[in-house]
């Protein structure tokens, strides 16, 4: 009986690997448009997808990063301004997708921008630091795509988001845990009812990559805690606010640095008449985070308590 089932087994992974091999046609013909182009796995994908020959409709949120995209490029590849935070910029960038793709409708939706300035300690945060992060992560990526989903719909496309592995696991304090369980809940939701039009939807859950995210959230974290209130900062200590900055910088340091991982997986998402519902890039999200979302809580906050630092009045 083992060997029946282990033979099913076999054959189940023999036809799904030779599905998801089998590439879309007319690739050269089809539009895809990506936010937050102008670093990170929105920048790699974006020239990625630009030199295999697709459409690439490119949304930058500075000038400067369109210029530097437009440089390395070729005439295909055309970019625009967006700040996903922005009702007229979704706006106005709806209507420039319209005008280049004119009747042929949307083939790729990719929501990658991303933030996660401010994060730290939840005490030390307001609500306003967590809206910057949920608005960009969450309700930007929200409106870009009820704006874009009749364009994709016409294709019969693909909408792509960007989420993490922070999204099935919440280990920080901030915004954007959050935010990317919120990524989860409205790709899931999305996914079921795009179905019937022949839309499909994948999400994409990196580990950790070195790009400037990471970075730019711990480069702040000294001004974050420059403005908790002296009894927080009582209850927390100094030496909680540099252990904390070097576990950060730690995970930064052995973060991967081959973000290609995540841009194959956007591009299969793409490209592939088979994509997946759910794409993890890296080790940490294969052998850690993925397995410990199905751990019992108990464990994972046991497994945190060691690693996180203690606070100077922990009891
Ligand atoms: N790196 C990781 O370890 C990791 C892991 C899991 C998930 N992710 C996710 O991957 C996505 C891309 O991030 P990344 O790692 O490539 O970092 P990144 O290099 O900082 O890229 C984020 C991009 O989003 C842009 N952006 C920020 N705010 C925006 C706004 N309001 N409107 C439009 N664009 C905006 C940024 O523009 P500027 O550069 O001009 O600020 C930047 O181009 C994010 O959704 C992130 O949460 C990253």
Same mark, same amino acid.
């Given at each position: 009986?083992?060997l &029946?089932?282990?033979a099913?087994?076999?054959? &189940?992974?023999? #036809? !799904?690997? /030779?599905q998801?091999?089998?590439k879309? *046609? ?11 182009c102008?670093?990170?796995f929105?920048?790699?994908?974006? !020239?990625q997808?630009d030199?295999? %020959?697709?459409r690439? =409709? ?6 400067k990063g ?14 625009s301004?967006l700040d996903v935070?922005?009702k ?6 709806t209507?420039?997708v319209? %005008?280049?793709?004119?009747s042929?409708?949307?083939?790729g ?13 939840n *005490?030390?945060?307001?609500k306003d ?5 949920i608005?960009?992560? =969450?309700l930007g990526?929200i ?5 874009m989903?009749?364009l ?5 496309? !693909? ?9 099935r696991?919440?280990? @920080? ?5 959050p +935010?990317?369980? %919120?990524v989860?809940?409205?790709? $899931?939701?999305?996914?079921?009812? =795009?179905?019937p @039009?022949?839309?499909?939807v ?6 950790g990559?070195?790009t ?6 711990l480069?702040?974290?000294k001004?974050?805690?420059?403005r908790?209130p002296? $009894?927080?900062?009582e209850? /927390? %200590?100094k030496?909680y606010l540099?252990?904390?900055c070097?576990?950060?910088? &730690? ?5 991967s ?6 841009? $194959? ?7 592939s008449?088979?994509?997946?519902t #759910? /794409?993890s890039a890296?080790? $940490?999200?294969?052998l =850690? &985070?993925?397995?410990?979302?199905y @751990?019992?809580t +108990?464990?994972?906050?046991?497994v ?11 009891v």
């Amino acid at each position: 009986m083992w060997l &029946y089932l282990a033979a099913l087994l076999g054959l &189940y992974f023999l #036809r !799904r690997w /030779y599905q998801e091999r089998q590439k879309v *046609e007319n690739l050269t013909e089809k539009f895809v448009f990506i936010t937050g182009c102008d670093s990170g796995f929105g920048n790699l994908l974006a !020239r990625q997808l630009d030199a295999r %020959g697709l459409r690439v =409709l490119a949304a930058c949120l500075t000038q400067k990063g369109a210029e530097q995209l437009d440089k390395v490029t070729s005439e295909r590849l055309k970019t625009s301004i967006l700040d996903v935070t922005s009702k007229e910029s979704v706006a106005a960038a709806t209507e420039w997708v319209k %005008g280049c793709i004119g009747s042929k409708g949307l083939w790729g939706l990719v929501n990658n921008a991303g933030t996660a300035l401010p994060s730290g300690p939840n *005490e030390w945060l307001t609500k306003d630091d967590f809206a910057k992060v949920i608005n960009v992560n =969450l309700l930007g990526m929200i409106d870009v795509t009820l704006h874009m989903v009749p364009l994709v719909r016409r294709a019969r496309g !693909r909408v792509v988001n960007i989420s993490s592995t922070n999204g099935r696991l919440a280990v @920080f304090g901030g915004g954007y845990c959050p +935010s990317k369980f %919120g990524v989860e809940a409205f790709s $899931d939701s999305l996914r079921q009812e =795009l179905h019937p @039009f022949g839309v499909q939807v994948s999400i994409i859950e990196p580990g950790g990559f070195q790009t400037t995210i990471a970075a730019r959230a711990l480069e702040n974290l000294k001004n974050v805690w420059n403005r908790v209130p002296s $009894d927080i900062k009582e209850v /927390y %200590g100094k030496q909680y606010l540099e252990n904390y900055c070097k576990i950060a910088q &730690y995970s930064i340091n052995i973060a991967s640095s081959k973000l290609h991982l995540v841009t $194959d997986c956007m591009e299969h998402a793409l490209t592939s008449c088979s994509p997946r519902t #759910r /794409y993890s890039a890296g080790w $940490d999200a294969k052998l =850690l &985070y993925v397995p410990a979302f199905y @751990f019992p809580t +108990s464990i994972v906050d046991f497994v945190m308590s060691c690693i996180q630092p203690k606070p100077a009045q922990a009891v």
